[in-house]
T-cell receptor, first 113, second 109 residues
Framework: EAGVTQFPSHSVIEKGQTVTLRCDPISGHDNLYWYRRVMGKEIKFLLHFVKESKQDESGMPNNRFLAERTGGTYSTLKVQPAELEDSGVYFCASSQGNGETQYFGPGTRLLVL | GQNIDQPTEMTATEGAIVQINCTYQ??????LFWYQQHAGEAPTFLSY????GLEEKGRFSSFLSRSKGYSYLLLKELQMKDSASYLC??????????FGAGTQVVVTP
């Protein structure tokens, strides 16, 4: 069974540009989570989808971040316009049920210059 | 706040035992996860404790005391491949995970 995949693995962009990250969860997992780790800090929650609905977006930093999960399968996270402080590693995780073990993807390393 | 605290780094030799402690705020507690993360890779699930006591899984064991807000991960018969970051995480509302900063374990020959 394929694990959680993320694309791209790395992205280097300039301040003010737009970047879109993609996450493909494990097939059949209704719950999809986005997390972020900035340099020297712990992994922090961004938001949680159940199927195509946003269950909890309390961790989203500001309105420059937009997440979607059309059709309840893969998800995208768009940052527009990107700022220097958005640099970090963005992880996606999925689980079958709410509160069950989350399986993580390898992350997208975003560097904003 | 609801801090999760774990040591920053631990060093041990091959074949030895290392114990990684994790303390957390007990309000709204729903269990505790341990993940292993090698540099540049995905965090991988190691264990989930929801009841008090020790759970053993091969060379790795995890312990939980809910009343004390305390857990530890025990790594036995250390191997070089065990050099990694070990993350303690507590599920909060709707299952979102709150992570500690991670403990970097360095295994030396």
């Amino acid at each position: 069974e394929a694990g959680v995949t993320q694309f791209p693995s790395h992205s280097v962009i300039e301040k003010g540009q737009t970047v879109t990250l993609r996450c493909d969860p494990i097939s059949g997992h209704d719950n999809l989570y986005w997390y972020r780790r900035v340099m020297g800090k712990e992994i922090k929650f961004l938001l949680h989808f159940v199927k195509e609905s946003k269950q909890d977006e309390s961790g989203m930093p500001n309105n420059r971040f937009l997440a979607e999960r059309t059709g309840g399968t893969y998800s995208t996270l768009k940052v527009q316009p990107a700022e220097l402080e958005d640099s970090g590693v963005y992880f996606c995780a999925s689980s079958q049920g709410n509160g069950e073990t989350q399986y993580f993807g390898p992350g997208t390393r975003l560097l904003v210059l | 706040g609801q801090n999760i605290d774990q040591p920053t780094e631990m060093t041990a030799t091959e074949g030895a035992i290392v114990q990684i402690n994790c303390t957390y705020q007990t309000s709204g507690f729903n269990g505790l996860f341990w993940y292993q993360q090698h540099a540049g890779e995905a965090p991988t699930f190691l264990s989930y404790n929801v009841l008090d006591g020790l759970e053993e899984k091969g060379r790795f064991s995890s312990f939980l005391s809910r009343s004390k807000g305390y857990s530890y991960l025990l790594l036995k018969e250390l191997q070089m491949k065990d050099s990694a970051s070990y993350l303690c995480a507590v599920p909060r509302s709707w299952g979102k995970l709150q992570f500690g900063a991670g403990t970097q374990v360095v295994v030396t020959p």
